[in-house]
Structures are given as C-alpha cells and as structure tokens.
C-alpha cells in the first residue's frame, strides 16, 4: 500500500520533468537554428564586403553596372575565381576567392561554435526556469492524483460506511472518522445529519400538534354526544345546543383535516404546481367579488393597477394563498372597518398582491413567527382558527418563487404584500 501510493506519488513529477526537457530541447532547437541562419547571413554579406572593397583596390571604382561572376578553375573548389566584365565585354578584374571565402567561412564557423557553447552554458538556467514555470501545474497534478487516491480508495470509503452505520437517528450522534484527509467529508455527513434530525424533529413537532388540535374537538364532540345520550331525548333545550355544537366542532375539525392534508402532500412532494399565464388583475377582481358576497359585515376596497400585470402562476393555489390573507383580515378585523385588496408593481418591478386591514394588527414577535405551523398570538386566540393558514400560503408562495412583505402594528392593522 505505501510502496503504491510513493509510485503515485512520483508519477506526476517525472512527467513534469519530462515535459519541462522537451521545453528545454525545444528552446535550444530554435535558438540554434536562429544562429544557424544570422551567421549564414554575415558569410554572405562578409563576403560582398570584401568583393566591394576589392573592385575599389583593383578598377579604382565600384558600379552596379558590371558583370560579376564565381568560376571554378579547372573543376576545382581551390580555383574559384572571382570575375568582373564592363557591359561591354571588357575583363576588369579576375581574382581568386577561394582563400578568403574559406577563411570568412572559418570565422563565421567559430562564431557559431562559440553561441553553440553559450547555449550548452546557459542550459542549467533554462532549465531552472522551466522547471520553476512549470511547479504550479506539477503541483496541481500531484493534488488531482491525491485526489484521485482518496476518492477511490476502498478503505476509505469502508471507514465512511462503518460510521454512518453507526449513527442511531434520535440520539445526539455525528460520524466521527479520525482521518485528517477526510475532515471535509466528516463534517459534510454531519451537516448532513443535523438537517435530517432537524426535519424529523420538526415532523414529530408537527404530529404531535396536529394530534392535539383534533384532540380537541374530539372531545367537545364526546361531551356533547354523552349529553344528548343523557338528557337529549327529555330536554329541548339540550338538544339544540348539542346539535349546534357538534356540527360546529365537526366543521372546525374538516377544515383543520384539510389544511393538514394539503401540508402534508405539500411536505411530500406531491402537489404539483400546473403553471400558466395568470392575469393578477383580473384574479384579485374575482376574490375582491366573492369576498364581499362571502363576508357583508366588512366594506371591501379594490385598488387595481393601470398595468395588466401578467405571470406564471398557479391560479388555484394563488387564489388559495390570497384567499387566507383576505380570511385573516376579516377574521381580526371588526366588523364596519375597511379591507383594501391591490394588485401592482413595487419599486424594484416585482408584480405584488396585496391584503390591508385595519384590525387587532401584530407585534414583532409575532410577525416573526405567524408563518409557523400552529402559531396563534395570544390576542388571536379569542377568534376561531388553526393557525396553519399562513403556513398553507406560504408553502404556496415559496414554490412560485416569491415571499411576503408584512407591516403590522397593534390596534392599527395589517398590510401583508405577495411579492412575486
Ligand atoms: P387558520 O388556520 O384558521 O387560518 P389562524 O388565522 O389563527 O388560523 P394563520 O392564518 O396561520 O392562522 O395566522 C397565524 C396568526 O397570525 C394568527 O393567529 C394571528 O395571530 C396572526 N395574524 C395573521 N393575519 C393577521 C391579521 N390580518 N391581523 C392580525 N393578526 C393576524
Ligand atoms: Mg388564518
């Protein structure tokens, strides 16, 4: 195992260092063939030099306008001579060219004999920066190989599964690893079981609440039920009351029925949102209609946007989660006092949908948690209620992306805006 993982350990560097000489032989190649091509220049232009300063030694002048030629003297490569004709055919100069092209060539070949060693001297240096140069990606390499090895290590992943196993869901349990190189993903199972304990914990709040709410009228129901099965059939009286109050329990535990199944198809996932182009303005028109049909002890207000506001909504849950806003108002508003329905768009464009009331109002503390489950504020708890509306419109509202904006003030009202 620790013989494997030096192996690994060693791969990227030798790469590297293979890479950074192919950098290296590259470098000198063009540098080489560079000097190569300078050096052939300054033969020929060293020997144009002398073949000038030649014809001024020997004709007296120099012109463009001559015939200048390199023969080869009897076939050999030591008798190359040097020919200059006037236009018209006259022999000016014939000189031998051999002696002096070899020793310009000697020059130039020791010329490049010397940038040949200043490069082989220079080698270490570049070498040294290419190395240097290429450290951070040497470096990546060697992480991502790391990387490599945790993620398909077997031990590792046994360790991880061993301590997950180990984890019992309601006691204060973490996974703890003892392993350095898995500190990150310790902590990311353990986040992991902090949410889960906090969602089982919140289901097993919200069970246990909803069996005691329906607790209740069960027993109001039983009461009444044992009273009729005493005196119903002799007092009148009794009867009546027993028939009022039952029906009215029964109503109360249907409605608490409903909102806790929605919420529990909700938390499930098995609502599904049918979206479709929703006018605002019109659907506010028809709660704003029915409201005052539904409830005649409050003046009901519209304010409509001059804009035809336009989104993708669910209109049935829409509706629903509005509706418990205008429920709400009436319900903690006494009767005679103004609700204000309004649609528009706020300052940063989004559209809204608005309920104002001038009722009993809130206190923060009580904004702070009217959208939890079961929530009552103590001066809401005279009024019939659940306390599960607003968590039923803000399931709602969270799933098309929006949220709510609350001002509230006690003995003055409520404004509660649908930001979508
Ligand atoms: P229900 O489930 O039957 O609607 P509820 O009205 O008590 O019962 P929510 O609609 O969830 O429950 O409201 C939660 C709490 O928020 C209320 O009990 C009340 O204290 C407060 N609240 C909500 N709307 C208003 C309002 N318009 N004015 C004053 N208080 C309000
Ligand atoms: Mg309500």
Avoid: C
Avoid at 305 to 334: F, G, H, M, P, W
């Amino acid at each position: 195992m620790s013989s494997n993982q030096n192996n690994n350990n060693n791969r990227p560097s030798k790469k590297m260092k293979s890479i950074a000489h192919r950098i290296v032989w590259l470098i000198t190649k063009t540098k080489m063939k560079l000097y190569f091509k300078t050096d052939i220049l300054i033969f020929v232009l060293l020997n144009m030099f002398w073949a000038y300063m030649k014809e001024i030694e020997v004709i007296g002048s120099f012109s463009f306008h001559r015939h200048r030629d390199l023969i080869l003297q009897n076939g050999l490569i030591t008798g190359l001579t040097y020919k200059v004709t006037s236009l018209g055919g006259e022999l000016l100069m014939s000189v031998g060219f051999f002696g002096v092209a070899s020793r310009i060539g000697a020059l130039v070949l020791a010329l490049y004999m010397l940038q040949l060693l200043g490069v082989l001297f220079s080698l270490p240096v570049v070498s040294g920066k290419a190395h240097k140069t290429l450290r951070p990606i040497s470096d990546l390499a060697e992480k991502a190989d790391e990387l490599n090895k945790l993620a398909f290590s077997e031990d590792k992943y046994r360790l991880i599964e061993d301590a997950i196993e180990h984890v019992v869901p309601d006691e204060n349990q973490y996974v703890y690893l003892h392993d350095k190189e898995l500190l990150g993903v310790e902590q990311s199972v353990n986040r992991l079981i902090e949410r889960l304990k906090d969602s089982y914990r919140q289901q097993a709040r919200f069970v246990n609440d909803a069996s005691h709410e329906l607790r209740t009228p069960i027993a109001v129901i039983q009461g009444y039920a044992q009273m009729l099965e005493r005196w119903g059939s002799t007092d009148e009286k009794v009867l009546d009351e027993s028939i009022a109050a039952i029906s009215n329990e029964a109503d109360h535990m249907n409605r608490l029925v409903e909102q806790l199944l929605f919420l529990a198809r909700g938390d499930s996932g098995k609502t599904v949102l049918a979206k479709e182009p929703v006018k605002l303005g019109e659907l506010m028109q028809e709660i704003y209609e029915e409201s005052f049909m539904i409830d005649e002890t409050h003046p009901y207000r519209f304010r409509k946007s001059e804009e035809e506001i336009i989104i993708d909504a669910d209109r049935t849950l829409l509706k629903q989660a509005v509706r418990v806003l205008v429920d709400n108002a009436a319900k903690y508003t006494n009767p005679g006092d103004e609700i204000i329905l309004g649609v528009g768009r706020g300052d940063d464009n989004h559209p809204y949908l608005m309920v104002q009331d001038t009722g009993i109002g809130m206190t923060q503390a009580d904004v702070e948690h009217m959208f939890e489950r079961f929530y009552r504020a103590d001066k809401a708890r005279t009024y019939n209620g659940t306390g599960l509306g607003l968590s039923i419109a803000k399931w709602i509202v969270d799933r098309h992306g929006g949220y709510f904006e609350i001002l509230s003030r006690t003995e003055l009202g409520t404004r509660i805006k649908i930001i979508l």
